[in-house]
């Protein structure tokens, strides 16, 4: 039935925000974990900042946003949440020498004085405001409209997985028990990474009480039966999930490199820093690693696609943001009018993005963000914003499909995470895999040793950080090679150590302890997740009369 109430669509604004795991204790600085304090400092904490503003004002919201378990466990690690605080005073101790040293020139001193004042904010809202918890600022905003989605433990490539039996489940389960433990309620969505859709995955995730799950367009569209709805409504697979699809044309206003907001000329440009500017003297005291790398001050808008560089204006660039909010939610209403007049029930348009493109990429993006959902809470005639979760509570009925596997990556399967650069290391996480599960079998009358129990909890960390997508990605990409091949060798050949030490019953206590203590995510994990066998009879699931 048809809710006369309801706007005639929704739009379904999904965040996936995710890094890799780059805790370095072992180093005073580590280059990598800059990776996690610019996605602090230009996403997470405007993202809180803009939910948190639309709870002061009233403005009713609905968000959907993924928090990887990888991510999750270093915002809540005091170190890394300490060497954040020593990355802003950095921030801000250097735009302030940019402003003494800019007097000459008052428009770039003006903009080190805005950069310091960003830095300066920023810190007190991370020390002051959210007393270096971001975890619970989100779970305080669940009850205001944001929805929180489970992942995988450590961005596995799940269909890579498949050769291993019970390998993809792992990484599935552990990233649901890690979602319960961090959040305190258990996941109704769950984001795949890389939106790798997997025929066979879908029973797992129903087994963890996951109901919905997002894929790319094709994941959908290229179904079997043919979607009545095409990408518009959800569908659920053999065993009951329900599934949305990513929706092209909003995914080309913001994504695409030549139409997409981002390239505006007016929008700060991102590959333009002073840390790579600036006389290297100048720089030294601010880069403990030894080397160039980004600050933060980036004094240039994106101006033209030349080499010429033009000076930033922010006033200017929030005033594209507005613009291109409101352009981007009359494009959604005249999408929703015309699926509207072809649909029994409102369309969904759902839209998934990398967190981490608002503010870090785009730096205006969370202000986007700002614009877009306050003029939706003001007019729900046309074009409402929801989550997956409340559209399906609405409209639970929907087509029975078998889906066809996908991906959001180049050219939509699975060629960015196998191919020439990367394909070596899928021989040696099946065995891994494989030796996990042995492990985890022979090692049951021996698991109530405290020692052994350890280890092997460890070694299942060791195996998971090995799996991440990130480091076949890097490979692919061509950014940082070398660091992702270090890090794949490091964590099989710590996984392959433990692997015979167990084995033999001889476990090197004080190499146990530094590995626990460098790669302390999933502080929770037990290794009898490699033990469990999902068995799962698919439920009766309503479908669409055809």
């Known amino acids: 039935m048809t809710n006369v109430t309801a706007p005639q669509g929704y739009l379904a604004l999904v965040l996936h925000a995710h890094l890799p795991f780059v805790r370095h204790p072992e180093n005073a600085y580590h280059l990598e974990e800059l990776w996690l304090f610019e996605a602090i400092t230009d996403t997470y904490i405007p993202i809180v900042d803009v939910m948190n503003g639309w709870v002061r004002d009233g403005v009713p919201f609905a968000l959907t946003m993924s928090v990887t378990p990888t991510l999750s ?44 004042e960003r830095f300066e904010w920023t810190r007190h809202q991370f020390v002051h405001t959210y007393r270096r918890d971001l975890l619970g600022a989100l779970t305080n905003l669940v009850p205001h409209g944001l929805e929180l989605m489970a992942s995988a433990a450590t961005h596995g490539f799940l269909p890579l997985m498949e050769p291993v039996s019970g390998a993809a489940r792992a990484q599935i389960s552990a990233g649901v028990q890690h979602h319960v433990a961090t959040f305190g309620h258990r996941p109704q969505g769950f984001w795949l990474p890389e939106c790798a859709y997997h025929p066979e995955h879908d029973r797992h995730l129903v087994a963890e009480g996951i109901g919905y799950t997002i894929t790319d367009t094709h994941g959908v569209a290229h179904a079997v039966p043919r979607p009545r709805y095409a990408v518009y409504a959800p569908v ?11 929706d092209p044309e909003s995914s080309k206003q913001v994504w695409s490199a030549d139409e997409g907001y981002p390239g505006d000329f007016e929008y700060r440009e991102f590959y333009r820093d002073a840390g790579h500017d600036l006389p290297w003297e100048e720089l030294a005291p601010f880069l403990p690693w030894g080397v160039r790398a980004d600050t933060g001050l980036k004094y240039y808008r994106i101006t033209g696609k030349g080499v010429h560089k033009e000076l930033y204006d922010p006033e200017r660039a929030r005033e594209r943001a507005r613009v291109h909010a409101a352009n981007f939610h009359f494009n959604r209403e005249h999408q929703v009018r015309h699926l509207r007049a072809h649909m029994d029930r409102p369309p969904i348009v759902t839209a998934p993005y990398d967190a981490e493109l608002f503010g870090h990429w785009w730096y205006e993006g969370p202000e986007f963000i700002d614009h877009l959902m306050r003029r939706l809470a003001d007019d729900r005639r046309v074009v409402a914003a929801t989550t997956p979760r409340a559209y399906l509570a609405e409209y639970p009925i929907n087509q029975v499909v078998q889906l066809s596997h996908s991906t959001w990556g180049y050219k939509g399967y699975s060629e960015v995470w196998l191919n020439e650069s990367n ?24 698991a109530t040793d405290d020692l052994i129990r350890r280890a092997l909890n460890q070694a299942a960390r060791e195996l998971f950080l090995a799996q991440s997508s990130d480091w076949a990605f890097i490979m692919k990409s061509g950014t940082v090679v070398e660091y992702a091949i270090r890090r794949t060798h490091r964590h099989l050949h710590n996984f392959m150590r433990l692997d015979r030490e167990i084995t033999a019953g001889q476990i090197d206590e004080p190499n146990l302890r530094v590995l626990e203590s460098r790669h302390n995510l999933l502080p929770q994990l037990d290794y009898r997740i490699f033990l469990e066998t999902a068995v799962v009879t698919p439920p009766p699931t309503p479908s669409l009369a055809r």
């Open 236 to 246: 659920y697979s053999g065993h009951g999930l329900a599934v949305f699809a990513r």
């Open 73 to 116: 466990s270093m915002l809540a690690d005091p170190l890394l949440q300490a060497r954040y605080i020593d990355h802003l005073d950095r921030s801000v101790a250097l735009a302030h020498q940019e402003v003494r040293s800019n007097r000459a020139r008052p428009e770039v001193a003006r903009l080190a004085s805005w950069y310091k």
């Open 423 to 446: 394909d070596w290391i899928y021989r040696h996480l099946h065995h891994a895999a494989e030796r996990m599960t042995e492990l985890a079998r022979s090692a049951q009358d021996r």
